[in-house]
């Protein structure tokens, strides 16, 4: 389960983002102020180096290091969450969406999307109906988890969707 601080600023201004910084005892450079404000306003999961790209020119002086760090600050803070790649596709990409949701990622190109459905907090319940008791055997407390589905996007399969063609293969 991800716990992080709730979207409050999506589409807000620099104001905003300033207060909630400061709310989580970060002091607002102009560098944290930046990426902060991209990540809320992207609806693309980017990687460090897309986020050093998308704020260079706001803050031409920032390194790709002092983004790592800003990134790290703002992931130990919980405002963002840090999506570890585990297809081998690239790097970790980052999240400021705070409510629960699910991941499609892309084997081939390593682009995370957010899954356009509602989140079940049950869902690892009725997958595994016995999960409870393997869980309480194990003296493990589940406080949450993530679901990320792996594949690739076929932007045909949609083209014939939104044309209203049918479904694409589950394969």
Known sequence: M?????RENHGEGMSSIRETLERHGL????????????LNRTESHPTAEEVFLAV?????H?????????????VDR????????TTGSGSSRFDARAEHHYHLRCLETGR????????DPELPFK???????????KGFIMTGYRLELHGRFAPELSALDDQGGGEGDRS
């Open 27 to 38: 002091r607002c450079t102009r560098q944290r102020l930046a990426v902060y404000d991209f």
């Open 112 to 119: 995370v999307e957010d899954l356009d459905a509602p989140f």
């Open 62 to 74: 920032i390194s790709l290091a002092t983004v790592y760090k800003t990134l790290d600050v703002l």
């Open 127 to 137: 997958v595994i109906p016995e999960l409870e008791d393997h869980l309480r055997r």
């Open 78 to 85: 919980r405002l963002v969450v840090k999506l570890p790649d």
């Open 56 to 60: 260079r020119d706001q803050v031409p």
């Open 2 to 6: 991800q716990s992080v601080a709730s």
